[in-house]
């Protein structure tokens, strides 16, 4: 077993008065891997496999190889570098002569979902814990006996509050900083003695991140960690013994994590705590050697580097670098919470007996136009803000208050609501006067539930609105019938009136009303979303008399043809759409998403590696045109977006209606004669239609390649003639028009992917998702039938073939929104999707319509899940420790 700390990365934390401007780093701001990160992992992948030579396999084996990271960019990508080092394709498994590399799998599980490797996930007991500790009476005195020190950092930084616990908002920037000091800066107030000492006050402050026991009762749980390998293993173990393939069952010896906390039990450390700057860092901070590594070979984010086996850390065996998972929170131009004195509260009591001054105008421009945009003065113009996302239509302004109101300065929360059908736009904002509290609330508060939906938090911004945005409200004036205002005009409507500046303003602004800046006539693309299905794949099931068992690769995995099948798609998407997708990846532009399964994580990889082929300012490795890019997953059984299969009573209920219904036995019953046959040779019931996809799948697999890959050792049973195997595909074909055929099947499966689709297209048509460009489904034929039925388009002709894709476009032509759709069978040309519904041009506010209240609220409830079993279900897939409340 193999736990790793990813590599080198951007800030993730930064102070107000920093002169490096954050927003400088090219990869992203929010601690992204860099180029020199994802070399660190690639050799450390290089140096595991010299070190294991004789124990690790030479190739890639899902039976014996598992990989997990948290779901954040860099440990994802950092897994999938050291992996490249680490398996580097052999002759045999060489699929592209240009490129030595060869995807696997990360398999990663949602923030708010890992209760087994993320530290932070919401947990209050442990966050009271955690709290008690930075309060406890030897942190106070190191801090007392700091406090000059720390009044300097306060005053250098612009930080009100600096705690131990804060010190790594003063480390991160500045050592991520002096790392590449060739192209950023360090304040020239860090010397290396303070730097030193900064360093040595961060690396004493990890020694109480979990150094008490109601700390560690809820953090780094290795009983966690081993229940997901244990059912990692069976459930591997029980695919293997259905399909009777004869396949090696190992257990998982090797699972490299990538950490944001440790599996350690770290302790403070020992007596003095002052500063001398030689002994402390002696002390308290030296690199450690190679064998320390007891158990893990490369340190976690943030915290220990060594496990040793009595499980005791300590400061002196910390890296140099710290990796948080925090965001760039507070800018500079904003001033730190500063609690109100009596002196102040004095001058404000006096100066309110004196005549009240105007208000400052809160002023916007664009395209050369200004206005005053009144709604800003329901703020503080001082306070801390955030941007709460994904808020559905039950949240009110209330319900969004009460779930920020713990935080003792919270001022104000406004959900975000449409002026004519007051529904909501889908985004709200929440204030704070205390920027901790600000902090803590980004932390704390994204991903959990507000309402029916987990909300999404990112620092907000008020930035001048660009020219989109200026003539998106003048298309909504218009609509309501008001004019263009003009110099000196009375407050309209849309809480808008405009500055006075000059009449040739006036006319520009006209201009960008009527849509003559900028508009082309077939309209702009703004969004793409894409579903595409994994390549080639060994048999996912079989039946017990099929002679042909045995595949290399595994159950259900990618071929080296369907790792190929996948990179030739991301090549077309790269040709289509050149002039719309950016050239080097962007975690800003582009996300992807994928079932929980090998195949479609391995799809997505090599269908990302010739769409986001490195460019020169990309290159980290001259012998290697690859770069990684994250896929995000989620398990299994809680994803009711992609996994048509996601574990529901009620649906698997309504779909086994579907196989008894008269529709589908007329069919078993007029291909009488097939049936017989196929009991006969199969070993199966064969008394539904939902059964030919045991059959086909098999034989499907084998024929195809027999046919197209020589190479291959695979055949047909004897009794499998080309009229056999045909009339097999053809009721298969039918078969899948039974899987989302009826409305209440709909209601849990495919649904939730139709309205997480529409929910974006939203985000993007209201700016609040203004930089995301593209977004990506790895999945499977189900996922891409669901969505067809839905779109009431599919039929038996239809059956997606392996790297089949739906394209989604959002476009944008003079203000309004239009979907189009299109639909790409394996090798077949595009073909537009008419859509009875909506014909073409379709506009987004019609294709919502036609989808609304298409998701039961509560997936758990709607399912049928008792409360008991519910409990249960979450704690095996999530490892929560349940104390009685739904989290």
């Known amino acids: 077993m193999q736990i790793w700390r990813h590599g080198d990365r951007t800030p993730a934390l930064n102070f107000s008065l920093n002169p490096d401007d954050i927003a400088s780093w090219a990869e992203g701001p929010d601690g992204e891997l860099t180029k020199l ?159 030193e000492k900064i360093h040595t006050l961060f690396n004493i402050s990890t020694t109480f991140w979990m150094s ?15 229940k997901e390998i244990a059912a ?71 915290y220990t580097d060594v496990l040793n086996r009595t499980g005791v850390a300590d400061a002196a065996k910390f890296t140099s670098q710290v990796l948080p998972q925090d965001v760039n929170l507070v800018k500079s131009r904003r001033s730190d919470f500063k609690p109100t004195s009596t002196a102040t509260l004095a001058t404000t009591f006096n100066s309110s007996k004196s005549k009240a001054k105007k208000p400052a105008r809160n002023l916007r421009t664009a395209g050369g136009a200004v206005w005053e945009d009144l709604s800003l003065n329901e703020w503080d113009p001082d306070d801390f803000r955030l941007f709460c996302g994904d808020l559905g239509n039950e949240v009110s302004d209330e319900l969004l208050s009460k779930a920020f109101r713990k935080y003792p300065s919270f001022l104000k929360a406004k959900v975000i609501r449409d002026k004519r059908s007051n529904k909501t736009k889908g985004y709200g904002f929440v204030s704070f006067k205390d920027p901790q509290d600000f902090i803590r609330a980004l932390r704390e508060m994204d991903g959990k539930y507000v309402g029916n939906r987990p909300i999404k938090l990112r620092k907000s911004s008020w930035k001048d609105r660009n020219l989109d945005a200026v003539r998106k409200k003048c298309k909504e004036k218009q609509k309501l019938g008001l004019r263009i ?62 002679p042909d068992q045995v595949w290399s690769e595994g159950i259900g995995e990618l071929t080296k043809l369907g790792i190929s099948q996948q990179y030739q798609l991301g090549r077309f998407l790269r040709h289509r759409y050149e002039n719309f997708l950016p050239k080097n990846y962007s975690s800003h532009e582009i996300f992807i998403r994928s079932t929980d399964v ?132 053809r009721l298969f074909n039918i078969s899948t028009t039974f899987w989302c055929s009826s409305e209440k099947v709909k209601t849990f499966r495919g649904s939730y992917l139709v309205v997480d689709i529409i929910e974006r297209m939203k985000r993007k048509a209201s700016y609040v998702d203004e930089n995301l460009k593209f977004y990506a489904y790895s999945a499977h034929d189900e996922t891409l039938i669901g969505f067809l039925e839905h779109m009431r388009v599919y039929n038996a002709t239809m059956v997606p073939t392996y790297a089949s894709m739906i394209l989604i476009e959002l476009l944008e032509l003079r203000g309004k929104y239009f979907v189009q759709i299109y639909f790409k069978n ?52 999530v490892q929560l420790p349940y104390d009685g409340a739904e989290s």
């Not at 393939?245 to 705590?273: C, D, E, Y």
């Not at 002994?279 to 050697?289: I, P, T």
């Not at 987004?844 to 079993?869: H, M, Q, R, Y």
Request: with cysteine; glycine share 4%.
């Open 212 to 226: 008490t026991p109601e700390v560690k009762k809820f953090r780094g749980k290795m009983e966690n960690f081993e």
């Open 826 to 877: 394996g090798n077949n040309s595009v073909m537009p999707l008419e859509l009875k519904f909506c014909p073409h041009p379709c506009s987004l506010k019609k294709f919502e319509k036609n989808f609304k209240n298409i998701t039961p609220l509560d997936w758990f409830s709607a399912c049928g899940f008792p409360s008991v079993e519910t409990t249960d279900w979450k704690t095996k897939y």
């Open 232 to 302: 990692q293993n069976a459930r591997s173990q029980a695919i293997g013994s259905g399909i009777g393939s004869g396949r090696v069952q190992a257990n998982l010896q090797f699972l490299p994590h990538s950490l944001q906390r440790p599996f350690s039990n770290a302790q403070t450390p020992p007596q003095s705590k002052t500063f001398n700057s030689t002994s402390a860092v002696n002390q308290y901070y030296h690199q450690s050697s190679s064998s320390t590594a007891a158990v893990i070979e490369a340190a976690p984010s943030r």
């Open 598 to 729: 090998n195949r479609t994580l391995m799809s997505a990889l090599a269908n990302l590696a010739a769409l986001f082929e490195p460019t020169s300012d990309d290159m980290w490795n001259k012998n290697l045109s690859w770069q990684p890019i994250p896929v995000h997953t989620v398990p299994r059984d809680l994803d009711n977006v992609l996994n048509l299969e996601a574990k529901c009573p009620a649906a698997e209920k309504l779909q086994m209606e579907v196989w008894h219904s008269d529709e589908a036995m007329s069919i078993v019953k007029t291909n009488e004669a097939l049936f017989e046959l196929l009991r006969l040779n199969t070993g199966l019931p064969m008394n539904t239609l939902e059964e030919i996809s045991t059959v086909y799948d098999p034989l499907h697999c084998a024929h195809k390649h027999v046919k197209k890959i020589h190479e291959d050792k695979h055949s047909l049973p004897n009794w499998v003639t080309d009229e056999i195997y045909e009339d097999i595909t």
């Open 485 to 546: 205002p003009v110099a000196n005009s009375a407050e309209f409507e849309m809480n808008f009136h405009w500055v006075p500046i000059c009449l040739i303003i006036i006319l520009m602004l006209n201009n960008i009303c009527s849509g003559s800046v900028g508009q082309q006539s077939n309209g702009e693309l703004r969004l793409l979303q894409v579903i595409w299905r994994h390549g080639d794949r060994t048999p996912a099931m079989n039946f017990p008399l099929n």
């Open 37 to 195: 990160g994802i070399l660190q992992q690639f050799r450390l992948g290089e140096y595991l496999r010299n070190r294991y030579q004789n124990f690790l396999p030479s190739h890639y084996s899902s039976n014996l190889i598992y990989v997990r990271s948290t779901d954040y960019n860099r440990t994802i990508m950092s897994a999938l570098a050291n992996l490249a080092g680490l398996f580097q394709p052999s002759a045999e498994e060489q699929w592209n002569e240009n490129l030595p590399w060869q995807p696997i799998p990360v398999h990663s599980v949602p923030k708010n979902m890992d209760y087994v490797l993320n530290m932070e996930a919401d947990c209050p007991l442990a966050k009271k814990a955690q709290d008690n500790i930075w309060q406890s009476a030897e942190v106070l005195a190191i801090m007392k006996e700091n406090q000059q020190f720390i009044d300097f950092l306060k005053n250098k930084t612009g930080l009100e509050f600096l705690t131990l616990n804060d010190m790594v908002r003063v480390f991160d920037p500045i050592n991520c900083a002096k790392i590449h000091s060739n192209q950023h800066v360090i304040p020239d107030w860090v010397t290396e003695e303070v730097f």
